[in-house]
């Protein structure tokens, strides 16, 4: 199963230094419309909690449409990553709710708190590599690159062998970012996969997951 990720910096005044704490003050309970709770895994891992309304159409025995509002719950799990002084949210399967769980921690945090993404368009984390057996790049998609003076062009490349990037002469003396990059990665005769979005999202899967998570959050304070 292939899990998404994305990480935030985030700071905040000294008084709310236990995180912990901090979302007790907000439970999840039948009349809130949103709230937190312990992640099952526990440790530093929580759950952001929110309910919305969707209406449901039923016919009644004589066609007529009856309108049912039904409440839903839907939730994203996170971890608080403190490395040195530094301390940073890893959002599992983030999506359109990061800015209301961002929201709702500044809510109760209050004046001081911050929240940065990492992204890697500059730079990706390199520890990774080095501590691995074996990798190789099997998906690259580049954006950007300027092909004449009114055509740039956006390029999608896939490879179960492996690329090279220096060596591939489509890129040859061009000008592009990276914005998609899918490595394949052994270690210890285990496989996994792990791909670097530019905006920061980051997907993993394989049987050495928790290791390859390990290793990206290695190198967050170095991409900051």
């Known amino acids: 199963m292939q899990i998404r990720y994305r990480w935030f910096r985030i700071q905040m005044p000294a008084r709310s230094q236990d995180f912990a704490a901090i979302v007790a003050n907000c439970p999840f309970d039948p009349e809130s419309a949103y709230g937190f709770a312990r992640a099952p895994n526990g440790g530093t891992s929580y759950r952001y909690l929110w309910r919305s309304r969707v209406v449901v159409t039923k016919m009644d025995a004589e066609g007529t449409p009856i309108y049912e509002q039904i409440d839903s719950v839907s939730f994203t799990d996170f971890a608080v990553v403190e490395l040195g002084n530094l301390i ?40 990774i590599f080095n501590s691995v057996d074996y990798s190789k790049l099997i998906g690259l998609k580049v954006v950007g690159a300027v092909l004449a003076d009114d055509l740039v062009a956006r390029m999608e490349f896939v490879s179960k062998e492996g690329m090279v990037v220096e060596n591939m002469d489509v890129l040859s003396g061009l000008k592009y970012k990276v914005d998609l990059a899918v490595f394949e990665i052994v270690l210890s005769g285990l496989r996994g996969q792990i791909s670097f979005a530019a905006n920061g999202t980051v997907k993993i899967s394989g049987q050495i997951a928790q290791k390859l998570i390990s290793l990206v959050e290695q190198d967050l304070p170095l991409l900051i």
């Open 88 to 127: 940073f949210l890893r959002i599992e399967n983030a999506g359109r709710n990061i800015r209301d769980l961002l929201n709702a921690l500044e809510t109760l945090v209050g004046m001081g708190f911050t929240a940065k993404p990492v992204t890697f368009d500059k730079e990706r984390p390199s520890s």
